[in-house]
């Protein structure tokens, strides 16, 4: 069993920025991709960015440019550093962790966090 833990949100003003922090009770290296999702009310829950084992990177459209996904594996922590937020991240965002499969399709994660909350709004 793992556990993922976020933190890091909070309430930012819009163009603020937040960094989301995601730290595994295992060898993140173990999987074959970390990734975050989010969801926000009356939404269903969707990608964000993932980054495989190797070290490649997926974003989705809305946070190109904008968010950095990264790893250390020495911490077994995953990060996302979300900038220039706008008040359409607003959202819960998840950590989660792939054995097998696309990392791109949220079926593919078998462990995920209790979510961490993320406000954008003046």
């Known amino acids: 069993q793992v556990q993922l833990v976020e933190s890091g949100g909070g309430l930012v003003e819009p163009g603020g920025s937040l960094r989301l922090s995601c730290a595994a009770s295992?060898?993140?290296?173990?999987?074959?991709?970390m990734g975050w999702f989010r969801q926000a009310p009356g939404n269903q829950r969707e990608l964000v960015a993932t980054?495989?084992?190797?070290?490649?990177?997926n974003y989705a459209d809305s946070a190109k440019g904008r968010f950095t996904i990264s790893r250390d594996n020495a911490k077994n922590t995953v990060y996302l550093q979300m900038n220039s937020l706008k008040p359409e991240d607003t959202a819960v965002y998840y950590c989660?962790?792939?054995?097998?499969?696309?990392?791109?399709?949220?079926?593919?994660?078998?462990?995920w966090g209790q979510g961490t909350q993320v406000t954008v709004s003046s």
């Open positions: 295992r060898n993140i290296f173990m999987f074959n991709a």
């Open positions: 989660a962790a792939s054995s097998v499969g696309d990392p791109r399709r949220a079926t593919s994660y078998n462990y």
């Open positions: 980054i495989t084992s190797g070290g490649s990177t």
